[in-house]
């Protein structure tokens, strides 16, 4: 008997290290798919500043969605910070997230980076744009998304594969803006002008038009930025495209209140801060992104990409859309 109370004593022993910490009522709990050495330098100053006592948990989007739906009521999460408007809407779709009301976040924050109905908001920026070889590619002869479906670009394109979230996102867009039948038209096209099958990342994509492999192709501006300090001469430049139409495709980085939050009145306070002039080319220039608050300057490694007029569909439509999106890239055979 003392034997077998040894053990299972033990046993909770175990059990007990392996359950997350209780969250006292004046902390925050933060999960991140923001990776910690970007959001680990924010909670250092605010807590600095505030006294607020925070603890985050780093992973992918995935686990961590599945992780807050399995703690349901019993999770210590207060605030989720994810990568893209379309994982955003999913949390709230599922649950996961609740609506708030702030005149801060509503004022620093435009309307099409943020939930319409509270449940999310953009904290930094990224485009979604055309990179091209300087050495092979003028600018004038692009012009759009839709163009790199043209003869042309005939094994010529380059596209990273459908599976990512951010060709999803930026799939489901083209939806809101033109329409099933013409969406799928248009994507057939650049799968027509392929010179490669689809890549696993942004910077293999750059890697092989660096290579000759194509001259044309479709990146978030942040991954341009890190090949750029890799390479300071790199042979690619940035274009922003569709500037007479619908504008460039943006996405954002953001967070929402989760729904079962112990602390969402610091939650809140939180967001505030981070959307802040202040805060936010912190948040931002961590990852070459662009501050959402219009008051702020992005940092100058950023603006000397250029201006551009961005998209001001609202990103909730690259959740919304998501689903008919993978559906259409499947039909049209973009793997």
């Not at 559906?327 to 049209?332: G, P």
Request: glycine share 6%.
């Amino acid at each position: 008997m003392s034997k077998f109370l040894g053990e299972f004593m033990v046993t909770l022993l175990v059990f007990a290290m392996l359950l997350p910490a209780v969250a006292s009522a004046d902390e925050l709990v933060i999960y991140s798919a923001r990776k910690e050495h970007l959001i680990q330098p924010l909670i250092d100053i605010y807590s600095a500043e505030t006294g607020t006592s925070i603890s985050f948990v780093t992973d992918k989007e995935g686990p961590l969605l599945q992780r807050l739906k399995a703690e349901g009521k019993n999770t210590h999460a207060d605030l989720l910070i994810t990568v893209d408007a379309g994982n955003l809407w999913h949390a709230a779709s599922e649950g996961i997230l609740q609506p708030i009301s702030s005149a801060i976040l509503e004022k620093n924050i435009p309307a099409h980076l943020r939930d319409p109905e509270g449940y999310w908001f953009g904290l930094s920026e990224r485009a979604r744009t055309i990179v091209y070889s300087t050495e092979r590619v003028k600018p004038a002869e692009l012009s759009s998304y839709e163009a790199l479906g043209e003869k042309q670009w005939q094994k010529r394109l380059l596209l990273r594969t459908s599976k990512k979230v951010y060709n999803q996102s930026l799939i489901a867009m083209l939806i809101a803006e033109h329409g099933q039948k013409e969406t799928e038209q248009i994507v057939r096209a650049w799968v027509g002008n392929l010179a490669a099958s689809p890549f696993s990342s942004d910077t293999k994509l750059m890697e092989a038009i660096l290579a000759g492999q194509g001259d044309v192709g479709i990146v978030n501006t942040y991954y341009f930025g890190r090949l750029q300090k890799k390479i300071p001469e790199l042979k690619l430049a940035l274009f922003w495209p569709n500037q007479k139409t619908g504008g460039v495709h943006v996405n954002v980085s953001g967070a929402g209140v989760t729904r079962y939050a112990k602390n969402p009145v610091g939650a809140i306070k939180f967001l505030e801060w981070l959307s802040s002039e202040k805060a936010q080319n912190l948040f931002a220039d961590a990852n070459m992104e662009y501050p959402v608050n219009p008051q702020v300057k992005a940092h100058p490694f950023v603006t000397a990409w250029g201006t551009f007029s961005p998209s001001t569909q609202n990103l909730a439509d690259a959740g919304r859309l998501q689903s008919d999106a993978i559906m259409l890239m499947d039909r049209a055979g973009y793997r």
